[in-house]
Each structure stands twice: as C-alpha cells, then as structure tokens.
C-alpha cells in the first residue's frame, strides 16, 4: 500500500496572495497530472511567512494592520481557493496559512481532503520567538494525529521539529507519517535531527520548505533530499 506524495517547495512571495494561489495552482496541477495525491506546501505557503519580517520591523504601526488584515478564516476567500482545488484535482492538499480565528491568528497548517473538507488543522504550538507578540499572534494547544484516506498522519510546523516531545506526542497518538511544512533554517544539523525524530518514532518523515525537500524512511534512512536557493520545486516520493 503505496501513496504517491509531492513536496511543493515554492518561494511564497511575502504579502501577495494572488501570486501564491497561481503558484500553487500551478504545481498542484502538474503533481496531480502526474499521480500524486497528497500535495504539501511550506509553512506560510498563502501569504508568505511575515511574523519575522514585522517583529523585525521599526514601523511595527504601519505593518500590524496589514499582518492582520492578510489572515484568514479556514472559510476565507483564499482558502477556499485551495479547498475547491483539491476538490476539483481529488487530492489531500496541505496548506500552510495565517489562519484568524476571531480576534486571534495562528500559525497554521490545514490538511484539505478530496472534497474540499478541512479534514485536520493543526496550529503552531512552540515558536522560537516570544509568544504573544503581537498580543493577538498565539500558539495553538494541541497536538493530535488523525486519520486519512492513506493511513494515521501527524503534522508540525517549522520549530516544532526542535522540540523532541511534539514528534512524540503525534507518534504516541498513531501517526505513521510526520509532515512538517516549514519556512526557517536548513542544512546539515537540520537534516541529522530529522533523521533522529524519524528513527527514535518509527515513522516516515517529509520535511517541506521553500529551498529543500527532506523525505526520512522510519529508521533514519534519507530517501529524498533536493535543496536549491531558488526553490526545490516538485519532488515526488512514494
């Protein structure tokens, strides 16, 4: 029993949702064309990843509205771009996104099945930066497997991979396949970390960011690794 999954490493130019959504579109169409059935973005793949490029900034005034203003509901206009694409392509599309839930934006990464069903969202539970700033930026409180039409999945996002406990938890609840979209730092110490999670928790791991594809086997064994400044692109695995 075999699936057929493509990492979309894309560069997601920040603020700009409209050249995303075409981008994603584009791969989604291509990989689908070609067999694959699970799709997966980088962390931020809507909008870009922006929470640095505020706390960075010294115009916090200017850019806080806009920041706020670029997050979505899993019923957003954009959002349900993507849903109604996995539709329409009979895959389960992973979608990494500034997800507003009310007054409160999250970190989030939502598992979109064939029908265009949120099937699992999972929300960023461990930043490397202060939580909390801007007060209205959390982290998400739970860390769940769940079920898909390919088996028992787990997600995390980014930095959550530092954190021994989080690959755990999501292998203690089942998971068999850890996918963790991400936007920050890569390389050598990266890649012989993930191995480690992928090995100490018998589980498939698919590391997606904008520059690299890492695909770990349950013991350790690196099965995909395409890395490249200008996006790594479609890399299948099955």
């Known amino acids: 029993d075999k699936i057929k999954v493509a990492s979309l490493s894309y560069i997601p130019i920040k603020w700009n949702k409209a050249s995303n959504l075409a981008t994603i579109e584009k791969l989604a169409r291509e990989a689908a064309a070609r067999g694959a059935q699970v799709l997966i973005t980088p962390e931020g793949g809507l909008e870009g990843y922006l929470i640095d490029e505020l706390r960075a900034s010294t115009e916090r005034e200017k850019w806080e509205p806009k920041f706020q203003a670029i997050a979505e509901s899993v019923d957003g206009p954009s959002v349900m771009q993507v849903r109604a694409l996995a539709r329409e392509l009979r895959v389960d599309l992973i979608l990494g996104f500034l997800e507003r839930d009310g007054d409160t934006l999250y970190n989030s990464c939502a598992w979109i099945d064939p029908h265009g069903e949120i099937l699992h ?14 007060e209205y930026y959390h982290p998400g409180y739970e860390l769940k497997a769940f079920d898909t039409r390919h088996g028992r999945m787990g997600m995390l996002i980014c930095y959550e991979r530092q954190v021994p406990e989080v690959a755990r938890a999501l292998a203690l609840d089942g998971a068999r396949v850890l996918i963790n979209p991400s936007y920050g730092s890569r390389g050598e110490w990266n890649t012989n970390m993930l191995r480690t999670r992928a090995r100490d928790n018998s589980a498939y791991l698919i590391f997606t960011h904008p520059k690299q594809t890492l695909v ?11 890395d490249s400044e200008t996006g790594a692109g479609i890399v299948y695995t099955d």
């Open 216 to 226: 770990i086997s349950p013991r350790g064994k690196v099965i995909q690794d395409v």
């Open 121 to 134: 969202l999972h929300r960023k539970t461990h930043m490397a930066q202060p939580y909390f700033d801007p």
